[in-house]
């Protein structure tokens, strides 16, 4: 959408730059909440302990750090009674297939039964507060009102059909919800279990460059959350990014460049299928060779980390004040728990990187009811124009050759599009999604990935329960699905899907697989 409006030069109406900010909003807030409690907190929090706790000292300990209401004493032993079912019939339910009792474990029984309770919260949250995007969006996931040149949802404040002041309304009320949940939940959580966790300040943290390409556009044209990269950990400068600079490699990647050493920029980005991995039964993969179907995406030859953690230090280092007050803020309660200071440093590590998402949906919450009011006053001034008009749809106003890029930060990271266009028809359009970034092999000069340079040193208390790498990579919201298409070892698509499956919100591609996503 981007990289076709940035090709053709459309600018796109205040409204919808608005709607879009609206709309990415509550998608992070209900995303990272997902992220920290259904896919990463298990990582840290031993549910079978939960039922040893005493619900009276789980609810003071749930009182003492927040004042949100389900927080007595019979609440917490109603919880505990449910998982006490679970573990009594053997069948664990969402919680199976864990390390539970793994030594890595340090939460007390009354933390983890707190976290538990709030783990089955959350359920029903994200549930409720992320009806925006059906007001705005027609559904979630996969939103159906983007368009090229802004956004099909009208504004008409006498239609039903349309935005109007009952939208307006529901939106208020679900992110004043949305926020309550962060404030009084999500946050007090982080900052209870991180003092336990302390020394995973120390872990995870690989190379240290991160990259945000900036988002959530303000009417000036600026970004609110700033664009540029950072190296080698050096929070004293931002680099300025160029899109040109980015190059992908596939030098240790399933595919075929005619000179391997070099990279392509994705205007020029080629997908040649090269599997040459092991066959049946599966040895283990030769990391000097080639070793995966993601590609090796640089900037100026450095791999970059994206994600929750880049955009928070990209800001901090830029000096965005609410980002810096946050983190802070975040910092300075970590300090009072460990008995001395911990400075920006600690976010260089999979507890910063679990921090710094915490710290984004703080941020991001608090913006949305702003981002209503914006849409407001736009609508006030008698603007409801939330599209760039027809003229755009003919081909005779286009040019015969165009090419232009679309960039986005996604909950889970920097996401860049790339089109070239050539007879008005897409001569090449190539992606790099967030997970290609971030899982990213080695490239022709032997430079890892940010996984592989977070795992570097990583201590493993059970070799064949390795909940220690679990940490790290979870921390990086991975999603290989979003990454590669699955092929066989011919080269095949096994299969090739335009719609879900009509039985399941899971998409055959993914069952085939073995793979699970939420997207």
Same mark, same amino acid.
């Given at each position: ?12 109406? /205040? ?50 750090? =927040? ?21 009594? =019939? ?131 044209? =600026? ?10 950990? /050096? ?265 879900? =499956? ?18």
């Amino acid at each position: 959408m981007r990289a076709v409006e940035d090709a053709l030069k459309i600018k796109v109406p /205040n409204n919808a730059r608005i709607l879009r900010n609206i709309i990415e909003g509550i998608q992070y807030v209900q995303d990272h909440v997902i992220h920290f409690y259904h896919l990463h907190a298990l990582d840290w929090v031993d549910v079978v302990s939960a039922t040893t706790a005493d619900p009276k000292a789980t609810s003071a300990l749930a009182q003492s750090i =927040s004042d949100w209401p389900k927080s007595s004493e019979d609440y917490f032993k109603g919880v505990q009674d449910k998982l006490l079912a679970y573990v009594g =019939s053997g069948q664990l339910g969402p919680f199976a297939n864990a390390y539970w009792g793994h030594p890595a474990y340090k939460l007390p029984p009354e933390a983890n039964l707190m976290a538990v309770a709030h783990y089955l919260e959350a359920l029903d949250w994200q549930r409720d507060v992320i009806r925006a995007h059906a007001l705005l969006g027609a559904k979630n996931p996969h939103l159906q009102t983007y368009l090229v040149g802004g956004m099909s949802t009208p504004i008409d404040p006498t239609s039903q059909a349309a935005i109007n002041a009952d939208t307006i309304i529901t939106l208020k009320e679900l992110f004043t919800r949305a926020k309550a949940f962060v404030d009084k939940v999500y946050l007090p959580d982080v900052l209870a279990v991180a003092p336990f966790y302390l020394d995973w300040a120390g872990i995870g943290g690989g190379d240290g460059n991160f990259l945000s390409y900036g988002d959530f556009d303000q009417a000036d044209g =600026s970004y609110w959350l700033p664009q540029g990269y950072i190296l080698g950990k /050096n929070l004293s400068k931002v680099h300025p990014l160029d899109h040109k600079q980015i190059s992908e490699h596939v030098a240790h990647s399933w595919y075929n460049y005619e000179d391997e050493k070099k990279g392509l920029h994705p205007w020029d980005g080629e997908t040649n299928p090269n599997y040459t991995g092991p066959k049946p039964p599966y040895e283990f993969l030769n990391t000097d060779q080639k070793y995966t179907w993601m590609k090796a995406p640089r900037v100026d030859n450095h791999a970059m980390e994206v994600g929750p953690l880049a955009r928070m230090l990209v800001a901090y280092a830029s000096g965005h004040q609410r980002v810096q007050e946050v983190v802070n803020f975040v910092l300075a309660e970590l300090s009072k728990a460990a008995g001395a200071t911990i400075g920006p440093e600690a976010l260089f590590s999979t507890l910063g990187r679990t921090a710094a998402r915490c710290i984004e949906t703080v941020i991001v919450a608090e913006k949305l009811n702003e981002w209503v009011d914006e849409l407001i006053a736009s609508i006030k001034s008698g603007d409801t124009q939330t599209h760039a008009g027809p003229d755009m749809w003919n081909p005779d106003n286009w040019p015969a050759e165009a090419e232009g890029w679309g960039r986005t930060e996604a909950p889970r990271g920097a996401l860049g599009h790339w089109i070239r266009i050539k007879d008005k028809k897409i001569a090449n359009y190539q992606a790099i999604v967030p997970s290609t970034w971030n899982c990213s092999p080695r490239d022709a000069n032997g430079e890892m990935g940010p996984y592989e340079s977070a795992l570097k040193g990583t201590p493993v208390a059970v070799p064949d329960q390795p909940l220690e790498i679990l940490r790290t990579v979870h921390s990086f919201d991975p999603c290989m699905a979003c990454g590669v298409h699955l092929m066989d070892a011919q080269g095949n698509e096994l299969v090739k899907v335009s719609v879900n =499956s009509p039985t399941t919100n899971v998409s055959p591609i993914l069952q085939l697989s073995g793979l699970k996503s939420r997207d």
